[in-house]
């Protein structure tokens, strides 16, 4: 046995967090890919069968009520919300994240307010938010600019409206500076949106401590929801009144079964709900999300960073020099839970893995994406992964 | 026996699809609601359990390709498609009916082109529409007037854009004229929307035959979805390449795994795609649409007639007269498969009802809502329902 492979195993055994795989459905492979597809909990099953079953199957039209299919939306927001810094009341869950992105940008711009018709998006994110944001900004009167994250304070001006901007990058997994751009969006008078899509239950995001107006999250990565599991949307409590969406569904009425013609907006996280809330996807998350319970968020990051500086170490002793180049910041504070490798054979070097039983994935043209889930993964699977990575690469 | 409980027997000794009732989950109830939520088909529990516990649990992220996750959205729109007599190719799965009145209705105003700025909707609709409506017009700059569907011959102008209808009132049942109404907005240079959430899977919609543009509809009622399930998007094929969409998330762009920055979006039904679409939603729905094999939606529109017919004959002659108010027509070509039934207790009423086994909705402040979903209700049903309901009004 190797010196590393050694110290995986000790890791493992002094991993407080080690006792969390068997609450998950697993089996020899190593998944790294929960950045794109949490692994199934293992109480989603049973969950979701008593809800097809008995709550559709035999309440049918009296589950909205006996069954709590109404109020699912704010209380599994509820439930999110320890996981990213949130006190209650503050998030609701529904519609994928371009719909919630889409609600939040143009909320912010009318926020913002009149003179600001200016928004600037992160030039580096992953291509649905800069989709969207074109596409507020057009039906907004507004003008799009893609910027860096670090040429945000030298694009903020009188004219900025809002700014859209990813916690962590989804392709090097850099984790950007929430604290500090949010004030320094705040101090210049525009409004920040916040995708957390990859840093949601992978690393404490302080949205309440931090002063976030407005942030968006998918539920399927970190939060192992389920195959397109339904998103949440925040909005800041001391916001939430001027809060004015651009999707102003029923379900965000404060009388929805009043069926009044005049809309008036609820009050609350639940002014961001839409339509009818998907109740199978939603029931499956809120399941999944009790895998949390007793779990502290700062116990998983620090894990995620002992797996993500040992993956790079492995790397760096197991790989030829050179075969492959890190795109992801060596600093922790730079860092979010996943590693990302370039190397030009990307494509088919992550085929080849997949079949060695080492599941990451590739983003075109040539990253290998390797993401360090801290509930299911552990030190010896990271050894694993890096050896059988540097056969393949040799 | 009574007369007309005699007639009953022979009536669903007699139907042909009598036998689709063993396709479904169902008790001793008389499921009257099915046009708010579909009763439970049987095949829908063991798909669920193998998407969940194969799919999601064993295959995880290999599933988006190898069990066919990432084309489900078009695949069950096709599946979908004859029954609102559409070709393949022109529906789309996903998102809430809010959401999809909101993509066809904005780009039904881009359709419509310059110079029009006028959105008309149906002042009687469900009030989703209307909200959405308002925030569509608000955000392509357009003027929003509610007409009744009488009026909208008479509000059509050089100005009108796009006319927002329901093929079937929510709350009365009504069925307005799709071919009519469509050839007379269509002749006015505008675009016609039509929300056919209470229509789809009771009665034919001919989509293709009449010329419709754009159409969005939930899959929840008559097509059994499930709670929440997704809705699903219309566009005409050689309208296509001019659905210029509100939320163009990567899911509809031509190239989504490309990464690519500036967008792009496919051709085809898949344009109107949003975001990840929501895979156990949406694969119960597949499931649940398998109960429609073999079925022909027109021998369902005579049943559905059938049934309503018999209802209010044995409302007419079980109940005291005057006590209640039938405000769904009368004649065929205006009725879709419920009947409303108007009395000022109709809160309290339809409690009772549902306290003996009689289940349907009330609808503020004093309807009664019937629905008759031919494929599980049946005319001995029918006859103690409306048996049930006298004996509550007495």
């Known amino acids: 046995m190797s010196g590393l492979s050694a110290r995986a195993v000790t890791s493992d055994a002094d991993d407080p967090l080690a006792g969390k795989r068997s609450a998950f459905v ?35 039209i009296r589950s909205w009520e006996e069954s709590g299919w109404w109020t699912a939306p ?15 009341g503050q998030i609701v869950v529904g519609d994928s994240t371009s719909v919630n992105v889409f609600k939040a940008l143009v909320a912010a711009v009318r926020i913002a307010g009149d003179g600001r018709d200016e928004i600037l998006v992160d030039a580096t994110t992953f291509p649905t938010d800069g989709y969207i944001a074109e ?41 950007y500076d929430l604290p500090g751009l949010t004030a320094t ?32 999250g998918c539920t399927y ?20 009144d001027r809060f004015d969406s651009p999707l102003p569904g029923w379900n965000s009425h404060v009388e929805p079964f009043g069926m009044r013609g005049a809309y008036e907006p609820a009050s609350g996280a639940l002014r961001g709900r839409v339509g009818t809330p998907d109740i199978l996807s939603m029931l499956a998350l809120e399941a999944a999300l009790e895998v949390w319970d007793g779990v502290s968020i700062e116990a998983v990051r620090e894990k995620s960073l002992a797996l993500t500086d040992f993956f790079l170490e492995c790397v760096a002793e197991y790989v030829p020099r050179g075969r492959v180049e890190s795109v992801t910041p060596v600093a922790h504070e730079e860092r979010g839970s996943q590693v990302a490798l370039r190397c030009p054979d990307a494509g088919d070097v992550m085929k080849r893995l997949i079949e060695r039983g080492v599941v990451g994935d590739f983003r075109a043209p040539d990253v290998l994406r390797f993401g360090f889930t801290p509930l299911y993964v552990g030190f010896v699977d990271v050894e694993r992964a890096a050896r059988v990575l540097a056969e393949e690469l040799r």
Request: net charge neutral.
């Open 26 to 60: 697993l089996d020899d492979v190593v998944y790294l890919d929960g950045n794109s597809l949490g692994a199934l909990p293992a109480g989603v099953p049973g969950r979701v069968e008593d809800v097809v079953r008995r709550q559709w199957g035999e309440l049918r």
């Open 185 to 216: 969006v705040r101090a210049a008078g525009a409004v920040a949106v916040w995708d957390l899509c990859h840093s949601a239950g992978a690393l404490p995001v302080g949205l309440d401590e931090h002063g976030v107006d407005l942030a968006v």
């Open 135 to 175: 596409s507020a900004a057009r039906m907004t009167g507004c003008s799009l600019r893609a910027v860096t994250p670090a040429e945000v304070p030298g694009a903020l001006s009188g004219r900025t409206a809002a700014v859209l901007l990813n916690h962590v990058d989804y392709r090097t997994g850099r984790l």
């Open 74 to 88: 704010e209380r599994i927001g509820d439930r999110i919300a320890p996981l990213v810094g949130a006190a209650p």
């Open 221 to 240: 990565k970190y939060l192992n929801g389920g195959p397109g599991s339904p998103a949440y949307l925040y909005v800041r409590a001391g916001l939430q």
